[in-house]
C-alpha cells in the first residue's frame, strides 16, 4: 500500500506583469515578477521573487527572504541585482531585536559588511519585489477601519525608486493608507480586495517616491493584486497568474 505524504505548509506561487501608464505606451509590458511564498508550519515565511525590468538600463532582481507569518518582522534575505545586462551587486541581510545587518559585495565599490544597531526590531523589508509591498496591508487587521499607519523602523535593500542600486541598509520610514474594500478583477480572477497608498516618503528618500496606490486580497495572505505609482515612472502592476 503506498501512503500519501500530505504537506503541512502551505505554499503561494504566481506572476505579476509590469505594464507602463504613459500615454505613448498605454499598457506596453515593461516587465514580469514571478514568486513562490511558503507559509511553513514553525510560524516562518519564506518568499522567492524573480524580478525583471526590460526599461533601460534593464535591471533583474532575484530575492529570497523570511519573515514572521504573523508579525512580518525580517528574519534574513539575500538580494542580487544585475543592470544593464551586467552585475550590479548582492547582499545577505540578517535582523534581530537590536541590529540590522548586511554582507554585501558590488561590482563598482567591492566588499563590505555593515552593522546599524536599532531602536527596536526591524519592522519590515523592503527589497522591492512588487509582492512584498502588498504584504504591507497585513499590518491592517482584516477587521481594522479605514486609516493611516506609520511605518517606523523600516530597512530597504535600496533608496532607489528602481531598486536598482545597492545592495545595502538604507533606513526609512513612511505611511501606509488603508482606503476601503473593494471587488477588483486582474488577470488571475476577481478579487474581493482591499486599497491602500503608500505616502509620507518626502525627506526619507534622496527623491520623494510618486504617489503609489495598491489593491490587495482581502485576506489573511494580503496578495498583492494590481496598483500603480503616478508622477515620472506612470507605472502599472498586475497579478496575472495565480496558484495557492
Known sequence: MRCRIVSQHKTIRGTLTYLSHKAERMNEVRGREYFTLTKQTDGISVLHAHCEIDDKPDVIRDVTASFDTASMAPIDGFVRISVGSKFEGCGWFQFDETYARCHTHNASAGSDKVELKTKARTTWFGHHAIINDGFLSRFFPLDAQPGKKWMENVMMSSPDHRGATGPML??????????????????????????????????????????????????????????????????????????R
Open 170 to 243: 538604507f533606513p526609512m520610514r513612511f505611511s501606509v493608507v488603508y482606503l476601503g474594500n473593494e471587488t477588483v478583477t486582474v488577470g488571475a480572477g476577481t478579487f474581493e480586495a482591499r486599497k491602500f497608498q503608500i505616502t509620507d516618503t518626502a525627506g526619507n528618500l534622496p527623491e520623494e517616491h510618486p504617489p503609489y496606490e495598491m489593491w490587495c486580497t482581502n485576506d489573511e495572505d494580503g496578495l498583492f493584486l494590481k496598483g500603480g505609482v503616478s508622477g515620472y515612472m506612470q507605472t502599472y502592476y498586475e497579478l496575472t497568474e495565480l496558484e
